[in-house]
């Protein structure tokens, strides 16, 4: 069994000659360690992939960089991106020193560092690969537009004349001079232009003059006098496209200066309404109002009158039209109603005339065929009921009274040569009270508007009405009236009118009657627009076979007439 020893720890006794080896190793190497620097090309900055090479292994079947061969050039992707090799000048090239004792050894080139610009343009290279067409189009046009947000500087831009199509404004032309301009041409350049209120179309009249009258108050015992007379005129119409309204109102004061003592005061206004309704159908309503004394040619006389009584009319009616093919229907409903003010005496106190006072309603049907655009035949029938305020008048007689009456006529539409319409028929109304005989006769009516020629308008109004009466045992009258007037446009700023009239009053259970003609003529010379010089002259006069009935009344006006 072979014997076991102990190992000592103490070491044993090296020979001096051991000593010496090493130490002469040692001596070899620090003489051999400048040399081996120099074949180590540690002068210049050190690559990063000699660091990292050194550090860390290799990769399975990469190949190794030689020694002795010069590190791959960096090649940036924008040219111009780093400095060319042949400046000097930068503080990161080499010093060219002649004494470098390194300086026959080839250098190792340094890195440039690149750029924040540099490292996005190869970023967007790698991933440009898997990007679509639409997608980098996408990307570029909002790098560009982020770009063109920012502020550089003042960009250039292309100057004026260099644009293909320039757009010029239509009123940026050369124009003539204001004084060389050809002015609108109007009708009518002393027309009133009226005032806008509105959707209505306003324009007032006013017109100031004297008149002097050979009988004041048109009666037969009248007196000359002169007279202060103011006429107010408005008239309104509507600027609508479909519907239509108008309003016409005048007022009439007349004061004396000298002669027979006048104080009159007249008015009146008439509203009217055209609505043109769905299917056809049309809407006609009017209103009107008018005060004024009563005329000292009504038959009525009082006697022993200062001054004739205050006499008020309301009027309205409501109506509807309907075409069907060439027919034309239509319905009309009408009230009237009079009033009548206390008669001043001469011998004082004052006289009622209440018993006057009376409401008449009635309901128009009419028909009508259209032969042709311009001519349309119709018939109406009347039915009403005139109805007075008290039962009984002062005589004691019931002077209610029913009312029938049927007309036949023409309606004419030449567009401006002859428009409107007349009428003739028979009127008939019962009184109540037996003791009076039935009020009849025949009617006439017409409302024509006939223009022969430029600036010349002809109008014939005609009417027939009947007239009660608080004469005891007599029934009424009725009375026959129509005018023609002309209004001629001389110059455009002289116009010239004239018109002549007449009535027929027939009186009932008599064989009294009146007969009454007027004649009148009158010219407006215009300064301007605005104002104008105006004059008339007019003769009017009564026959009567009644006793104390006649008159004669020739009168002359001299104004001043505004409008607007």
Do not use: C
Request: negative net charge.
């Amino acid at each position: 069994m072979p014997q076991v020893r102990p190992v000592s720890t103490r070491s044993a006794p090296r020979p001096a000659a051991g000593y010496r080896l090493l130490s002469a190793s040692a001596a070899a190497l620090l003489w051999a360690a400048p040399a081996h620097a120099q074949e180590s090309s540690l002068r210049g900055a050190v690559a990063e992939t000699e660091i990292t090479g050194s550090l860390l292994p290799r990769a399975a079947g990469q190949a190794a960089i030689p020694q002795n061969q010069p590190f791959p050039r960096y090649l940036p992707v924008s040219p111009g991106a780093v400095p060319d090799e042949t400046e000097t000048d930068s503080i990161f090239a080499p010093a060219d020193v002649a004494d470098d004792p390194f300086a026959g050894d080839p250098p190792i080139p340094s890195r440039v560092p690149t750029t924040a610009r540099q490292r996005a343009e190869e970023a967007r290279a790698r991933v440009s690969s898997d990007q679509t067409e639409s997608e980098r189009r996408t990307a570029e046009t909002t790098e560009s537009a982020t770009v063109d947000e920012v502020i550089t500087g003042t960009e250039r831009v292309d100057t004026i004349d260099s644009a293909a199509d320039l757009v010029l404004d239509e009123g940026a032309g050369r124009i003539e001079a204001i004084e060389g301009l050809d002015g609108i041409e109007e009708d009518n350049p002393f027309a009133a232009t009226g005032i806008r209120v509105g959707t209505f179309i306003i324009r007032p009249t006013l017109e100031q003059g004297v008149t002097a009258t050979s009988n004041a108050d048109a009666s037969s015992g009248g007196e000359p006098a002169t007279l202060s007379e103011t006429t107010l005129r408005l008239n309104a119409i509507s600027d609508w496209s479909r519907h239509t309204a108008r309003v016409d109102a005048y007022g009439n004061f007349r004061k004396t200066i000298s002669g027979d003592e006048i104080d009159e005061t007249r008015g009146g206004i008439d509203a009217a309404l055209e609505l043109d309704l769905a299917n056809d159908y049309r809407a006609l309503a009017e209103l009107g109002y008018e005060a004024g004394p009563e005329s000292a040619s009504s038959p009525v006389v009082i006697e022993g009158t200062a001054s004739q009584p205050l006499r008020q009319t309301f009027n309205g009616s409501l109506g509807f039209e309907k075409d069907v093919g060439k027919a034309r229907f239509g319905i009309t409903g009408l009230v009237e109603h009079h009033t009548y003010g206390d008669a001043d005496l001469s011998s004082g106190g004052t006289l009622s005339q209440e018993d006057r006072d009376f409401t008449l309603g009635a309901v128009v049907l009419r028909g009508g065929y259209e032969i042709s655009p311009a001519l349309t035949p119709f018939v109406e029938a009347e039915f009403g009921r005139r109805q007075y305020t008290l039962e009984e008048d002062a005589s004691g007689f019931q002077r209610s009274s029913d009312r029938v009456g049927a007309r036949a006529g023409l309606e004419l539409d030449l567009t401006e040569k002859l428009t409107g319409e007349f009428s003739a028929g028979w009127i008939r109304e019962t009184f109540d009270d037996d003791r009076l005989d039935p009020l009849s006769g025949p009617t006439l009516n017409a409302d024509l508007a006939w223009s022969p020629e430029r600036g010349t308008i002809v109008n014939l109004a005609a009417a027939t009405s009947v007239e009660g009466t608080t004469t005891a045992g007599e029934s009424g009258s009725i009375l026959h009236a129509a005018r023609i007037g002309v209004e001629r446009e001389i110059r455009a700023n002289l116009t010239a009118n004239a018109s002549v009239g007449a009535g027929y009053r027939n009186y009932a259970e008599s064989d009294g009657h009146d007969l009454i003609l007027t004649a009148e003529a009158g010219a407006t010379w215009w300064l301007n627009r605005y104002a104008g010089l105006s004059g008339r002259l007019r003769h009017e006069t009564m026959d009567s076979n009644l006793p104390d009935r006649e008159y004669e009344a020739n009168s002359v006006f001299l104004g001043l007439k505004l409008q607007r």
